[in-house]
Every structure is written in C-alpha cells, then in structure tokens.
C-alpha cells in the first residue's frame, strides 16, 4: 500500500489505511451524485438568491450589466402595498384554512379510530382527495363554483328555498378566499387526518382501560385520555398546516390569478409575477428570501414547540 | 359484531342507537368528501358539454344514461390543440426517470452516511436535515436562471435532473439503513463483499418499506409539480399534463366536458397504484411525517 507513505494529510491516510482505496473511491462514487446534485441544484440556487436579491437582474439576459444595488429590491417589496396584502392574505388563509382544514382532519381520524364496519373502505375514500392533484382539484371546484347557475350555488338555493342568492364564489371580493380554502381544505386534509390517526393509535389502550375503571363516558375519555395524548401531534399538524399554507400558489394561479381586486394575492404569486410576469427577477429573489425567512422562522417556533412537548 | 360481546356495556340501547348515529354521519361525511371526484368521473363520460353543468346541482350528477368514450377521443391526441395523450406520457416519462433515478441515487447517498467510513458524514448529514427547511418555492427564480443559462429551457432534463436528489429522501433512507443490525453489515465484509456489492445485494433488498415510501412520496410530487414547469416549458415537447390542463381550463373553461376528461386522464394513473398499494400509500405518508 503505498497510499500509507504518499498521502500526506493525516485523517485522509488514516481512513485510505483503514478501507483500502477502492474501498474509499467507490465510497465517494456512491454518495457523490446526491451530494453534486444537491449543491448544483439546491444550495447553488439557495445562495445565489441571496445575491441576485441585491442586484436587478431580469429574467432575459440584456446588455447592459447587471448592477449590485444592495437592499433597494428589499425597500421596494416593503414600500409595495400589493406585497403588503399579499402577506395579510396568506395570513388570513391560514387562519381559516387551519380550523377548517384539520378540523376536518380531526373528525375522519376520530371516526375511523372507532370500530366501524368497512374501516379500511372509509379510510381509502376519506384519502382519495389527498392523491388527487391540485389541477384537478381546481378543474373540479372551479366547476362547483361556476357562477350564477353552478352546481354549489344549485345546492345553496335548494338547500335555502331560494332566500340565499347565488354567490359569486371565485369573483366576489369578500368570497373568493373563502372558496380556496374549502377546495384546499378539501384536498389537503388525508393528510393531517393519517397525522391525528396514527397519534390516536399510539395512545395506549390501558389509559383507556383505566378511565373506563374510574367511571368515565365516552366524552370524559374522549376530554381526558384522547386530547392530552394528542398534545404534540397538534402542534405538529398545526405548524405543517401553516408553513403549506404560507405556500399557497396553483390554486390562485388556475383559479383566481390573484383577483378580484387583489384579494387573492399571496406572496408566491405575487413572486411569480414579479420575476416572470415583470421579469424582474432580482426583485422576485427579494421576495423568496423573504418567503424563507417566514418558512425558518415557523419551522423554528415548531422546533421549540416540540421539544416542550417532549416529542 | 364480535367486539360487542367482548367489551362489556352499560347498556346495549344505547350502544345500538350510538352504532346508528355513528354509521349514518360516517356515511354522509364520506358523501360529501367523495361526491366531487365521483361527479368529475361521471362528467367526463357525458357527451352534452352544456347539460354537465346543469346535471351537476342534481342527483343526475351522479348518474349518466349514455356513456360514452367520446370527450376522451377527442382530447387523447399526440399532435394538434387536444393533444393529451402526449402530454400524459410527457408526465409518466418524467416521474418514471424522476422516482428511478431518485431511488437510487439517495438510496445510495443514505447508504454511505449510515454505513460508510468516509470522514465527515456526521455532518454531511446535518447540512442534509438543515437543506430540508427550504422551500422549493423560495429557489424557484435562480434555479430558473441556472437551468437555462445550462440551455435546458423546454426540456425534459430539465424538469427531472433538479429533483432526483433530495435531503428527505437521503434522510429517509439514511433512517431505514442505520437501524438495520450491524452483523448484517458485517456479515457481508466477512464474505469479502465490496462496499457497493453489500449495498445492492443485501440492503437493497432488505429495503422494501423505504422504496415503496420513497416512490410514493416522490411520485405524488413530481406528477402534481405545477409551478416548476409552467415556468420552464415553452412548448408541446416537454410540458407535463399539468400545466397542459390548467392552460387548456383557463382558456376554454366552456369545454367542461373536455377538461373533466383530460382530469380523469391525469388521476388514473395515480388512482391505480394508490388502489394496487394503498397500505403502502397511508403509511408512506406517515413516514414522512415522523422525522425528527
């Protein structure tokens, strides 16, 4: 082995002297094309959008060249009253897609923890919405909603005896965030209600057992054993939720593109736009930044949620 | 009704009328989650795009007197406006090159941090769990530029070479390899295997449950990626039925009955694995949730 005498740094010759050089070489063959790929492709563009945010590259290449221009694209987006809504959007989404969402999720994990007949039939279908992609879930809805004849507004003035008018579900200003998030709510929630599911069956069945011995309903049980034992998983399907909800963008680019009046904007679209639409794209890296600023942020707050909870 | 005698009651009336209760809402709760998928398949076979809309406020949403093959004729072309049929296998080019090269490469990547000697991988493995926290969404811009300064615009390396490695799935993988026994591992350098002998012929095999969950998870991303190509496809060559079908419904939202056809296209593929593995389905979900 020459490898001993030749290699000079100490670390590197004591594992080229432990394994041997084919050993070593088909090692880093093995785990070089995720970590080139990774480099090349995510942290590349990772750090890179930290530079073209400071510059006013635009999407198409020009001959003038690009210029440095510091944090202008940062005041810019803060001065921006459109960004502005666009995050007071998103935050609104999220505050009623959350309840809605997993309380959905919640109910069918909740029923499907029972014995019921066809369990396994139930869960299937409950989860079928969560397989069906976003596009069609828009083609779906974006039928439902169909304005003044379509089929929701059908069920609305039967279901009213004509005293509700139809409503102009994807077109009305104060509706038309509402209706994203019952159709995201809709598609999304398989997969918070797998979430509570397996929490609710890694509750040991003794608690419940012991509950029973002490006198306690169905609804004590529920109250007492069941909600405690959740704690953690609630804080996690919270906080998935929130950060898949500050995302939001296929459904408002097939549906609404951010109308009417704006009340749809959310700061991916908004980012979209910016850099492909306005093609400025040093701007939209601005904008990203920001987008994983708020994302790290969230997924910090989750990191200390759930160590209190001890997960 | 075996787990009734079993578990002693209060009393059986009250059970009974519990049962019920329970059995009814299940079924309502599951009619109403379920009635918007099976409305879009019962549309796609109707013929009268006008009477669609109207049928759907009806029960006669649930129902169709002619069924007919017509609307998918009309848009399962491989040429021309309708043409997607081309962009169906597009789609189904894409993740079968995505989820394949993906399975190996971090499979292989999660591998050597688990059982490999290089120096390092400890914390390889931590930038790994870190890369994790950025959002697709929040790289999508210099990625554009990247790709196509590489003059990859409109193609389908494009739109498959950026996602075969992933820190998820090198996470998940790297998690099922490390908490395999160590005897096997050396078990096979006894033998005298090489490192990537023991990797394909013992663990690989071993590794069932994370290829299914993997290929799951990877395969739901890619089919429903949406944002990434419409950014990246300028023509019929590579553009995934996705954005083939938000286009054609933002632009003829009139030919209902062609979008809802082109819809059904787009979930059989997706619906036939998930009934073939559902199992599999609900608990690669769960996996990837349950990373630390």
């Known amino acids: 082995m020459s490898a001993l005498t030749t290699v000079p740094k100490r670390r590197r010759r004591s594992i080229i002297a ?74 609104r989404f999220t505050l009623w897609v959350l309840p809605v969402q997993c309380g959905l999720a919640f109910v069918t994990a909740l029923i499907l923890n029972q014995k019921i007949p066809f369990r396994n039939v139930f869960r299937g279908m409950f989860f079928l919405p969560a397989i069906t992609s976003m596009v069609v879930v828009c083609v779906i809805w974006g039928t439902l909603f169909q304005y003044p004849t379509g089929p929701l507004n059908q069920v609305v003035t039967t279901l009213s005896g004509g ?149 | 009704m075996s787990d009734l005698a079993l578990t002693p009651r209060k009393s059986a009336t009250s059970t009974n009328g519990y049962r019920i209760v329970q059995s009814i809402s299940v079924f309502v709760i599951a009619l109403v989650i379920i009635s918007p998928l099976f409305m879009l398949f019962i549309a796609s076979l109707k013929d009268d795009r006008f009477q669609i809309l109207a049928d759907m406020g009806s029960f006669r949403a649930f129902w169709v007197d002619n069924p007919t093959f017509n609307n998918f004729r009309e848009v399962g072309n491989f040429a021309g406006d309708l043409a997607f049929g081309r962009y169906l296998g597009n789609s189904l080019f894409i993740l079968g090159s995505t989820v394949s090269l993906g399975l190996i490469i971090n499979s292989m990547a999660g591998f050597i941090l688990a059982w490999g000697s290089l120096p390092g991988r400890a914390l390889i493995l931590s930038v790994i769990i870190a890369l994790y926290v950025i959002p697709q969404e929040s ?62 012929s013992i663990f690989v095999p071993l590794s069932l449950p994370a290829l299914a969950t993997v290929s799951i998870l990877m395969g739901i991303e890619t089919w429903n990626q949406y944002l990434w190509p419409i950014l ?60 630390g």
């Open chain 1, 163 to 311: 005293h509700i008018q139809p409503i102009d579900w994807l077109g009305d200003p104060s509706w038309a965030m509402f209706s994203i998030v019952l159709l995201s709510a809709w598609q999304a929630y398989g997969f918070q209600m797998i979430i509570y599911l397996a929490g609710m069956q890694g509750i040991p069945d003794e608690l419940y057992d012991a509950a029973r011995i002490d006198g306690a309903g169905r609804w004590g049980r529920f109250w007492h054993v069941t909600m405690p034992g959740l704690r953690p998983t609630h804080v996690f399907v919270l906080v998935i939720t929130t950060i898949q909800a500050f995302k939001l963008y296929t459904q408002i680019a097939i549906l609404t593109q951010g109308g009417p009046n704006s009340s749809t904007e959310t700061v991916v679209h908004y980012m979209v736009r910016s850099g492909f639409e306005e093609q400025k794209l040093g701007y939209a890296s601005a904008v990203s930044v920001i987008l994983f600023l708020i994302v790290l942020v969230i997924a910090l707050i989750q990191r200390r949620l759930m160590r209190r909870f001890d997960v």
């Open chain 1, 18 to 91: 432990r394994v041997g050089w084919s050993r070593f070489l088909q090692e880093i063959g093995m785990l070089a094309p995720a970590i080139v790929l990774m480099t090349v492709f995510l942290i590349t563009p990772f750090v890179l959008s930290f530079w073209t945010a400071m510059t006013n590259q635009p999407l198409v290449p020009r001959p003038t060249p690009v210029r440095f221009i510091g944090l202008k694209n940062f005041l810019r987006i803060l001065n921006d009253d459109l960004f502005w809504t666009s995050l007071w959007n998103v935050t």
């Open chain 2, 232 to 291: 990246i496809t300028q023509t019929d060559y590579a553009r995934p039925i996705s954005v083939a079908i938000a286009t054609f419904f933002g632009q003829d939202s009139i030919y209902w009955d062609r979008a809802m056809a082109a819809s059904v296209m787009m979930m059989i593929p997706i619906l036939v694995f998930y009934l073939a593995f559902q199992r599999w389905f609900i608990s690669s979900f769960v996996g990837s949730a349950v990373k």
């Open chain 2, 139 to 200: 790289i999508i811009m210099p990625l554009l530029i990247i790709v196509s300064r590489a003059g990859l615009s409109d193609t389908f390396t494009a739109q498959i070479l950026p996602f075969v490695a992933s820190p998820l799935y090198t996470f998940l993988f790297y998690q099922f390899f490390a908490q395999l026994p160590k005897e096997l591992y050396e078990a096979a350098s006894i033998d005298g295997a090489s490192i990537f002998r023991t990797w394909w």
